[in-house]
């Protein structure tokens, strides 16, 4: 499953991936990372809460940063040292200019499926639908 969703903020790109290439940040603007916090090893401890419907869930994950190609785009994926294997969440974001800041393209790939019927791409398009405006409040504040 992949979630694509894209937004424009009257900031300059410099501004706007630095903000999204730090997971920490995530919490203040989407709702469904219930917290995210950088660890020793450069990890992020990363707690994501959805309501899908009747149910809620909650899952804990360990993300490294992958891939950074400061201003224009940063990749984020699920790296869990258990030994286990686990379904891949990676969330790539890339930056682009425009006439009147910059914009945001997300996509988030999961290839679990502990969320099936399209009830896991609501929920990811309805948070980042909700979250775009309290995005773009938080960078003008700045």
């Known amino acids: 499953m992949d979630v694509v969703a894209t937004v424009d903020v009257p900031v300059s790109v410099e501004i706007l991936f630095n903000y999204i290439s730090d997971l920490a940040n995530y919490e203040s603007w989407l709702q469904m990372v219930h917290s995210a916090k950088l660890q020793e090893d450069k990890s992020w401890s990363v707690e994501l809460r959805a309501r899908l419907g009747p149910f809620a869930r909650s899952k804990r994950l360990r993300m490294v940063r992958s891939s950074f190609d400061k ?8 790296a869990e040292i258990d ?25 988030l790939h999961y290839s679990g499926s502990l969320f099936t019927g399209g009830l896991l791409e609501r929920a ?9 405006e309290k ?7 700045k």
Not at 71 to 78: C, G, T
Not at 88 to 103: I, N, P
Not at 124 to 132: F, S
Not at 135 to 141: A, F, G, S, V, Y
């Open 135 to 141: 995005l773009i409040r938080l960078l003008i504040e």
């Open 124 to 132: 990811l398009a309805d948070q980042i639908t909700q979250g775009r």
């Open 83 to 107: 030994g286990r294997k686990h379904s891949q969440w990676v969330l790539s974001a890339t930056v682009s200019s425009t006439a009147t800041g910059s914009c945001l393209t997300m996509n």
């Open 71 to 78: 201003p224009s785009f940063v990749v984020f994926e699920r």
